[in-house]
């Protein structure tokens, strides 16, 4: 198990390899389809002292006002990652991003970009809404929220310990290519 | 970390007690006119956002409980059963997306379904404020979410589908079924040449594989499968969907799609997609298949996705008794 703590530098995410183990800590900013979009066609400057050395979550949660204006989540596990491979390597590069949260893997472009700056996707349990809520010590801000609507906010928050697999890492290896080729192969026995 | 979890529900008298319903309430099905459901459909939303039914944690730990123990199957199968417990105890939704909400209702002549969808529509905003449900209807052009679920256009969603029946009692069942498994359901045409799949029982159950293999962990495997074999476009899809609230452990009725459904889920726990796609034993964990009549000309498999969280229950109302709530 490697513990990691946003910020992280580019030395530490080439150390990760598919298979690592990892609990995060620290700042992780969410961000989904609509923050993605925008990302990649209007680059906004405010963004980049936010997301340099850190941690996108593709997650919409399920958020709670308390009493004294602060926000909990209630329900936070990720969103499936690949609808923002259109957006995903130029938001890295963009942005300088260290990684990825999220589900169910991303494509070439995706790979290519954590090979290029330096990053890695990092998968989280797909509906484990409540486990991983539990993890989330604090709300610190929220960007956007008038603009997107709350699942699609920027959202950052503080993170302990939240339970992650690399899957992707940024030397051109993953698991998802990898378990892909192999039911591939499996399904072409099964239909003969 | 690779100490089975035990899943461990509340006990029916403690989610009792915690009810939005006042002590007592009963439904005057003698008074269809004035029946209100908002309240008790309520209480359905608060139960299936946060209790998994009783069958699919069942089935979950059957899969997990035949992976190699520590295997990433076997940790996130437990990670499932350990949030399973987590959203129980807490009442808080089992995943943030908390789906799309559908409902279908079936009555006795007399109650109004213009009241009825009014009600659901009030109980699905209440929930939606009390963060059971997520705010998930968005506009689509402008993707600007409407932050109650209602669909201000059309009234589209919550989806409410009405069946007069017979019975003198008043169902109303649930499904919260998520973006991301609604995602990878799939509609095929056959015959398909690039699948070399025609139209007979074995073009079907490779339909079935390649939309399994396309879905990847993509819709949070491991999947429940609505398959619908026949129908048009809009009536086959319709099915599928509903076919999923069928129990997990529940015989088809007729004896061979029961055997075909039994056969082709042993094969598809071969492809090693396993649990969220990280490779493992547990890909589906079942298929409800139907057939339905067609138009000569057409023959459409359409396949509706369940994710593991399988969020579903139904609402019973008889004539002076509580309601119950199976999930």
């Known amino acids: 198990m490697i513990r990691l703590t946003t910020p992280i530098t580019e030395e530490q995410i080439r150390t990760l390899k598919v298979g690592d183990e990892v609990l995060l800590n620290g700042r992780v900013v969410l961000s989904r389809d609509i923050g993605h979009k925008f990302m ?18 593709h997650c919409g949660p399920v958020v709670k006002k308390n009493e004294d204006g602060t926000w ?92 992650l697999v690399v899957t992707m890492d940024s030397h051109g290896g993953s698991l998802h290519e990898l378990v892909l080729q192999q039911s591939q192969d499996r399904a072409k026995a099964l239909t003969v | 970390m690779s100490e089975c979890v035990i899943p461990n529900l509340t006990s029916n008298e403690v989610v009792a007690s915690k009810s939005v319903l006042p002590a007592g309430w009963k439904a005057d099905l003698a008074d269809l006119k004035n029946l209100d459901l908002s309240l008790p459909v309520m209480e359905l939303l608060r139960r299936t956002t946060s209790r998994l039914p009783q069958d699919v944690i069942q089935a979950i730990v059957k899969g997990r409980d035949a992976e190699e123990v520590g295997s990433r199957a076997f940790n996130t199968l437990n990670d499932m059963v350990r949030n399973i417990n987590l959203a129980d105890g807490q009442v808080t939704p089992l995943c943030q997306d908390t789906g799309s909400v559908i409902f279908w209702v ?11 969808k009014a009600q659901i529509r009030a109980a699905v905003v209440e929930a939606t404020k009390r963060s059971w449900l997520r705010p998930n209807c968005v506009e689509s052009l402008s993707g600007k979410n409407s932050g109650t679920n209602m669909d201000p256009f059309h009234e589209h969603h919550p989806a409410i589908h ?22 990878v359901g799939a509609q095929y045409r056959l015959p398909d040449a690039a699948l070399g799949a025609g139209r007979d029982i ?42 999923i609230l069928r129990k997990l452990g529940t015989a088809n009725a007729d004896p061979k799609m029961d055997a075909f459904e039994q056969e082709l889920t042993k094969d598809l ?19 409800m298949a139907e057939e339905m009549y067609r138009h000569p000309a057409s023959f459409y498999v359409s396949i509706s ?17 509580q309601p119950s709530y199976d999930l």
């Open chain 2, 305 to 321: 996705y369940m994710c593991w969280s399988s969020r579903r229950g139904t609402l019973s109302l008889a004539a002076n008794s």
């Open chain 2, 106 to 116: 079936r009555h006795p002549f007399g109650l109004s379904q213009k009241a009825t």
């Open chain 1, 72 to 163: 909990s989540f209630v329900a936070a596990g990720p969103t499936t990652s690949i609808r923002e491979e259109p957006y995903q390597a130029d938001v890295i590069e963009t942005y300088k991003v260290r990684g990825v949260i999220g589900k169910g893997g991303m494509g070439k472009k995706t790979s290519e970009g954590l090979q290029k700056t330096g990053a890695v996707y990092l998968h989280a349990t797909g509906g484990a809404g409540s486990l991983l809520a539990e993890r989330v010590k604090r709300v610190v801000d929220v960007k956007m929220l008038e603009e997107f609507g709350s699942p699609e906010a920027f959202w950052i928050i503080e993170v302990e310990d939240f339970p």
């Open chain 1, 40 to 57: 990649k066609e209007q680059k906004p400057e405010w963004l980049k002292p936010i997301l340099e050395n850190m941690v996108i979550y």
């Open chain 2, 162 to 183: 009405f069946e007069e029946w017979d019975k003198p009692e008043v169902e109303v069942s649930v499904m919260q079924k998520g973006g991301g498994c609604e995602n």
């Open chain 2, 269 to 287: 726990n071969t492809l090693g997609i396993g649990p969220m796609g990280y490779g493992g034993s547990t890909t589906v964990l079942g298929i």
């Open chain 2, 202 to 243: 074995k073009g079907v159950r490779k339909c079935i594989i390649d939309a399994v293999v396309k879905a990847q962990g993509q819709g949070c495997s491991p999947g429940i499968l609505g398959v619908a074999i026949g129908g048009d476009r809009v009536t086959g899809y319709e099915k599928s969907k509903e076919l």
